[in-house]
């Protein structure tokens, strides 16, 4: 029983903390201001509340384990709501999105497949 | 660096740095009141003088040459300084050996606060504290005198059209930030009366009390929030603040103590203690918030005024 959550708290933290690398990855790879939000947004959401679920499991104190759920719960509410207040901010000032015209078709259906 | 938004956000960066360094040095207290106040409010107030005098830097007229010497000069010298300074953790620092001793030994029996740092900060240095509060209040009477702001009342019609027009185009935020601000408040009320148990105390939770009703005067108009929020309330209680913590030390000194020498104030010293230090964090949290706030609305309600002003001679 012990092992099996050891196991799983262990996978949950590992995928958490690639989701968080990727993001970082994404923040400096990404061509512009919106592709990069979303990187951060998605990545930092998931991965944090991976993170704080591989915590969870690993606490046995339920006092902890209701600290981390209320983290857990206003993250998920935060996390997405800054980043749409920061995307309609820039839309609101015109910041146009990057598009390569030449390959707009390939990188369309790929940023919908990311 | 002319942009002076990106100056803000590095100087917000750094606070939050700094709070982290702070949590490392085991500093939890001092990293909780950097990153609220140093990270949070002051970044977020320097964005709002922004929007007074614009975003980008004038183009300077000095010569940033000798600026820069000036700089590397004083540079070096603190660090020639720090050569002389015993090093971090040495027991023979002077901070080990003058009164920290005495502060770590004493305070349980005397003052009676598991947290030390709120003993050392509300009781054994009491006055300091009151001399920051009397500082902040300063700060917002300085605000107060120096943008006065036009009393234009809007009828409440007029907020309420223009309310329902930005109901829409910020739904999603107002919905989500209406959720949170109960919490937000509640969380502040903790840091506020928990501060004797763990980090925390009226500093802290000011910023945070402060910083809800600035997100609720962001999200839906200066107006509505002022509405909501008297003025004249809201300076009385800047005042209020200032006058509880100086009347716990004029009660103590009518008890037959010091200024501020809280054991006078109730039969038991410890108990007297506990209420002076729950009295005076409550006077320092009611001033923050209030002068933050009030620092805020000045600050916005000044642009608004300018661009009323500048529609109606557009008209």
């Given at each position: 029983m012990d092992v099996a959550i050891e196991i799983m708290s262990a996978i949950c933290l590992l995928i958490g903390s690639f989701l968080c690398v990727s993001g970082g990855v994404g923040v400096l790879r990404f061509p512009d201001f919106y592709t990069r939000m979303h990187a951060v947004g998605v990545t930092d959401t998931l991965g944090a509340g991976m993170i704080l679920i591989g915590l969870m499991l690993q606490s046995q104190d339920i006092l902890v384990i209701a600290k981390l759920v209320m983290i857990l719960l206003m993250t998920l509410f935060i996390n997405p709501t800054a980043s749409h207040a920061l995307a309609k901010a820039a839309i609101h000032n015109g910041l146009k999105p990057v598009l390569d015209n030449k390959e707009r078709n390939n990188t369309e259906s790929e940023s919908s497949s990311r | 660096m002319k942009d002076l938004i990106a100056v803000v956000m590095l100087a917000g960066i750094y606070g939050l740095l700094s709070a982290c360094f702070f949590v490392a040095m085991d500093a939890v207290d001092v990293a909780f009141t950097e990153a609220s106040v140093g990270a949070g409010i002051s970044t977020l107030l320097m964005l709002v003088a922004i929007t007074i005098t614009g975003r980008s830097e004038e183009t300077t007229r000095h010569k940033p040459a000798l600026a820069f010497f000036v700089v590397v000069i004083t540079g070096g010298l603190l660090i020639y300084g720090t050569i002389d300074m015993p090093y971090v953790g040495a027991v023979d620092a002077p901070i080990q050996i003058h009164v920290a001793p005495r502060y770590i030994n004493g305070s349980m029996q005397?003052?009676?606060?598991?947290?030390i740092v709120t003993s050392v900060l509300a009781s054994y240095r009491g006055f300091d504290t009151f001399g920051e509060a009397v500082v902040i209040f300063t700060a917002g009477i300085g605000v107060l005198t120096l943008l006065p702001l036009a009393r234009s009342r809007k009828d409440d019609d007029a907020i309420e059209s223009l309310n329902e027009s930005m109901h829409e185009q910020h739904m999603i935020v107002r919905i989500v930030t209406k959720m949170l601000i109960p919490f937000i408040l509640l969380f502040a009320l903790y840091v506020q009366f928990h501060g004797d148990y763990g980090p925390g105390g009226g500093f802290q939770a000011g910023v945070i009390f402060a910083a809800a009703i600035i997100l609720y005067a962001m999200l839906f108009g200066l107006a509505t929030a002022r509405r909501v929020i008297n003025q004249t309330f809201i300076q009385f209680i800047a005042a209020f603040g200032v006058l509880l913590y100086g009347s716990v030390g004029i009660v103590s000194l009518l008890n037959g103590g010091h200024f501020l020498d809280y054991s006078v104030l109730l039969a038991d010293p410890i108990a007297g203690q506990h209420l002076g230090i729950l009295l005076i964090e409550l006077g320092v949290g009611c001033t923050v918030t209030s002068v933050i706030v009030i620092i805020f609305f000045h600050f916005a309600g000044h642009k608004e005024d300018k661009q009323n002003m500048k529609n109606e001679g557009a008209r």
């Open positions: - | 005397e003052v009676g606060v598991p947290n």
